[in-house]
C-alpha cells in the first residue's frame, strides 16, 4: 500500500534531515519534490497543489526554520496536513432513528461491491450485531448465487427473490422480512453497471425512496486511481453517496484515490478494503493512513489485529511458559498461525515503523510462503521433538527435511533461530518475574 509515493517522501525528507539548519529555498524544493511525488501518485491536481501550498506556508514560519531539529518538524506539518486532506476524524457508521440500520452498497461493476457487502456484513457482526444481507442485483450473472456462497461460507443469511425479480420490491420486502425475524442491520447489494448510465442512478434512487437507507456506501475500487474519485463524484452528485468503501487498497501502491477522494468530493470513507479474505476490512482512520504514507508504520492497526486472535488468557499462559523456560516449538507455532491469521507478512511488517522502508530498499523478498515452509518443517518433527528441539541432530534434520520437502540448512537454521528466539522468551519471562515488565507481558501481540 503506497509503497512508490511513500519512498519517494521519504527520500525527500531524509535529504531535508540531513540539512541540518533549513532555509527557505530548501523548503522550496522539498515541497517541488513532494508534488511531483503526489502527481505521480495520481492524486488530483488541485489536492496535491493545496496540500504542497499549505505545508509549505506553514513550514517556512521563522519558528520552524529556527528550530533544532526543522526537518522533523516540516515532516509532522506535513502529517498533520495529510489528516486533514483525509479527513481529520474518523466517521463511524450513522445509527438509524428507528431500527433496523439500512445500508445500501452501490457502485460500478468490478469494484467488489458484493464482496464487500459480505465483508461489512462480517465486521458488524463481530461487534454483536445480526446483519441480513439482500440480493438486489438481478442482471450481472450468478450475482445471487455469488452473494449467497459468500453467505454461506460466513454464516450469514441471504435474502434473495431470483433473476428478473424487481429490486425495488425487492429491497422493500427485505426490510419486511428482517423486521419480523430481528435482523439488524440490512445490507443490500445493489446491481452495478459497466460504466454509469442513466437507468442505473434511477433505479438506485427508485430503492432510496422506497427504504430511506441509513447509509449509502460507494464501493469504489482505489487502483483505478482518478477514474474512482470522478465515479465517487458522479454517484454522490445523483445518489447522495453518505460515505465510501475504498477496495483493493492493498494492491494500490500509488495511493491516488485515497488521497484525493475525500477533499473532492466530500464524501468520507468509511472502510478500506485490504486483503481479499472476508475479514479484510478495515475501520477507516486518517491519522493511522497518514502515517502509513509518511513511512511511520501504524502500531494502533497491528495491535488491534493481534488482539483479534487471542483471549484475555493467552499471553498470561504464554508468560508462564516462558518464565518457566518451556517455550517451546508447539509454542511457537500456535504464535506463528495466529500471526497469520492477522494478515498477509508483508502488509504487517509495513506497520511497524521504519521496517516497510528498509525492507524495500534492502529489496529483502519476505512472503507468505515462509510461513508455510516453517510450518512444514515443524509438522515434519515429531512431539517430542517439537517439545525438546535440542534433541534433533544431523540423522534427525535430514529426516524432518525429506518429510517437509525443505534442506536439512534450512531445518538447522529454523533450528537455530529458535533457539535464539528461546533465550529471548527466557529472559523476557525472568525480567517479568522480577517486576521490570508490566503483567501479562506485552498485551495485543502476537508473542505475549
Given at each position: 500500500?503506497?509503497?512508490?509515493?511513500?519512498d519517494?517522501l521519504?527520500?525527500?525528507?531524509?535529504?531535508?534531515g540531513?540539512?541540518?539548519?533549513?532555509?527557505?529555498?530548501?523548503?522550496?524544493?522539498a515541497?517541488?519534490?513532494v508534488?511531483r511525488?503526489l502527481?505521480?501518485?495520481?492524486?488530483?491536481?488541485?489536492?496535491?497543489?493545496?496540500?504542497v501550498?499549505?505545508?509549505?506556508?506553514?513550514?517556512?514560519?521563522?519558528?520552524?526554520?529556527?528550530?533544532?531539529?526543522?526537518?522533523?518538524t516540516?515532516?509532522?506539518?506535513?502529517?498533520?496536513?495529510?489528516?486533514?486532506?483525509?479527513?481529520e476524524?474518523?466517521?463511524?457508521?450513522?445509527a438509524?432513528?428507528?431500527?433496523?440500520?439500512i445500508?445500501?452498497?452501490v457502485?460500478?461493476q468490478?469494484?467488489?461491491?458484493?464482496?464487500?457487502?459480505?465483508?461489512?456484513?462480517?465486521?458488524?457482526?463481530?461487534?454483536?450485531r445480526?446483519?441480513?444481507?439482500?440480493?438486489?442485483?438481478?442482471?450481472r450473472?450468478a450475482?445471487?448465487n455469488?452473494?449467497?456462497?459468500?453467505?454461506?461460507?460466513?454464516?450469514?443469511p441471504?435474502?434473495?427473490?431470483?433473476?428478473?425479480?424487481?429490486?425495488?420490491?425487492?429491497?422493500?420486502?427485505?426490510?419486511?422480512?428482517?423486521?419480523?425475524?430481528g435482523?439488524?442491520?440490512?445490507i443490500?447489494?445493489?446491481?452495478?453497471?459497466?460504466?454509469?448510465?442513466?437507468?442505473?442512478?434511477?433505479e438506485?434512487?427508485?430503492i432510496?425512496?422506497?427504504?430511506?437507507?441509513?447509509?449509502?456506501?460507494?464501493v469504489?475500487?482505489?487502483?483505478?486511481?482518478?477514474?474512482?474519485?470522478g465515479?465517487?463524484?458522479?454517484?454522490?452528485?445523483?445518489?447522495?453517496?453518505?460515505?465510501?468503501?475504498?477496495?483493493?487498497?492493498?494492491?494500490?501502491?500509488r495511493?491516488?484515490?485515497a488521497?484525493?477522494?475525500?477533499?473532492v468530493?466530500?464524501?468520507p470513507?468509511?472502510?478500506?478494503?485490504s486483503?481479499?479474505?472476508?475479514?479484510?476490512?478495515e475501520?477507516?482512520y486518517?491519522n493511522?493512513?497518514?502515517?502509513?504514507?509518511?513511512?511511520m508504520?501504524?502500531?494502533?492497526?497491528?495491535?488491534?489485529?493481534?488482539?483479534?486472535?487471542?483471549?484475555d488468557e493467552?499471553?498470561?499462559?504464554?508468560?508462564e511458559?516462558?518464565?518457566?523456560?518451556?517455550?517451546?516449538l508447539?509454542?511457537?507455532?500456535?504464535?506463528?498461525?495466529?500471526?497469520?491469521?492477522m494478515?498477509?507478512?508483508?502488509?504487517?511488517?509495513?506497520?511497524?515503523?521504519?521496517?516497510?522502508?528498509?525492507?524495500?530498499q534492502?529489496?529483502?523478498?519476505?512472503?507468505?510462503?515462509?510461513y508455510?515452509?516453517?510450518?512444514?518443517?515443524?509438522?515434519?518433527?515429531?512431539?517430542?521433538e517439537?517439545r525438546?528441539?535440542?534433541?534433533?541432530?544431523?540423522?534427525?534434520?535430514?529426516?524432518?527435511?525429506?518429510?517437509?520437502?525443505?534442506?536439512?540448512?534450512?531445518?538447522?537454521?529454523?533450528?537455530k533461530?529458535?533457539?535464539?528466539m528461546?533465550?529471548m522468551?527466557?529472559q523476557?519471562?525472568?525480567?517479568s518475574?522480577?517486576?521490570?515488565?508490566?503483567?501479562?507481558?506485552?498485551?495485543?501481540?502476537p508473542?505475549g
Amino acid at each position: 500500500m503506497f509503497e512508490s509515493l511513500t519512498d519517494r517522501l521519504n527520500e525527500t525528507f531524509a535529504k531535508l534531515g540531513r540539512k541540518g539548519r533549513l532555509t527557505e529555498q530548501d523548503v522550496d524544493d522539498a515541497m517541488r519534490e513532494v508534488r511531483r511525488a503526489l502527481l505521480e501518485a495520481d492524486v488530483n491536481f488541485k489536492v496535491a497543489k493545496d496540500f504542497v501550498a499549505a505545508v509549505r506556508e506553514r513550514a517556512v514560519g521563522q519558528d520552524v526554520l529556527r528550530s533544532l531539529s526543522p526537518a522533523q518538524t516540516v515532516i509532522g506539518i506535513a502529517n498533520e496536513e495529510l489528516i486533514r486532506v483525509l479527513g481529520e476524524e474518523p466517521e463511524a457508521l450513522r445509527a438509524p432513528d428507528h431500527p433496523p440500520q439500512i445500508l445500501m452498497l452501490v457502485g460500478l461493476q468490478g469494484s467488489g461491491k458484493t464482496t464487500h457487502a459480505a465483508k461489512l456484513a462480517v465486521h458488524l457482526r463481530k461487534q454483536g450485531r445480526n446483519p441480513l444481507l439482500v440480493a438486489a442485483d438481478v442482471y450481472r450473472p450468478a450475482a445471487i448465487n455469488q452473494l449467497q456462497a459468500l453467505g454461506k461460507q460466513v454464516s450469514i443469511p441471504v435474502y434473495e427473490e431470483g433473476v428478473g425479480s424487481n429490486p425495488v420490491a425487492i429491497s422493500a420486502n427485505a426490510l419486511r422480512y428482517a423486521q419480523e425475524r430481528g435482523y439488524n442491520p440490512v445490507i443490500i447489494d445493489t446491481a452495478g453497471r459497466l460504466q454509469i448510465d442513466e437507468r442505473l442512478m434511477q433505479e438506485l434512487v427508485d430503492i432510496r425512496e422506497r427504504v430511506h437507507p441509513t447509509e449509502i456506501l460507494l464501493v469504489a475500487d482505489a487502483m483505478t486511481g482518478q477514474e474512482a474519485v470522478g465515479v465517487a463524484q458522479t454517484f454522490h452528485d445523483q445518489v447522495g453517496a453518505s460515505g465510501l468503501i475504498l477496495t483493493k487498497m492493498d494492491g494500490d501502491a500509488r495511493g491516488g484515490a485515497a488521497l484525493s477522494i475525500r477533499a473532492v468530493t466530500g464524501v468520507p470513507i468509511k472502510f478500506i478494503g485490504s486483503g481479499e479474505k472476508l475479514d479484510a476490512l478495515e475501520p477507516f482512520y486518517p491519522n493511522r493512513l497518514a502515517s502509513r504514507i509518511l513511512g511511520m508504520g501504524d502500531v494502533l492497526s497491528l495491535i488491534e489485529r493481534a488482539q483479534e486472535q487471542m483471549t484475555d488468557e493467552d499471553p498470561v499462559k504464554l508468560q508462564e511458559r516462558m518464565m518457566k523456560g518451556q517455550f517451546n516449538l508447539e509454542d511457537f507455532l500456535e504464535q506463528l498461525q495466529k500471526v497469520k491469521k492477522m494478515g498477509p507478512l508483508n502488509q504487517l511488517l509495513e506497520m511497524i515503523p521504519g521496517l516497510g522502508a528498509q525492507l524495500r530498499q534492502a529489496k529483502a523478498q519476505i512472503s507468505d510462503d515462509d510461513y508455510k515452509h516453517i510450518e512444514a518443517i515443524i509438522f515434519s518433527m515429531t512431539p517430542d521433538e517439537r517439545r525438546n528441539p535440542s534433541v534433533i541432530g544431523k540423522r534427525r534434520s535430514a529426516r524432518i527435511a525429506k518429510g517437509s520437502g525443505r534442506t536439512p540448512q534450512e531445518v538447522r537454521a529454523l533450528l537455530k533461530q529458535f533457539n535464539e528466539m528461546q533465550k529471548m522468551m527466557s529472559q523476557i519471562g525472568r525480567m517479568s518475574k522480577k517486576g521490570k515488565l508490566p503483567s501479562g507481558g506485552f498485551p495485543g501481540m502476537p508473542f505475549g
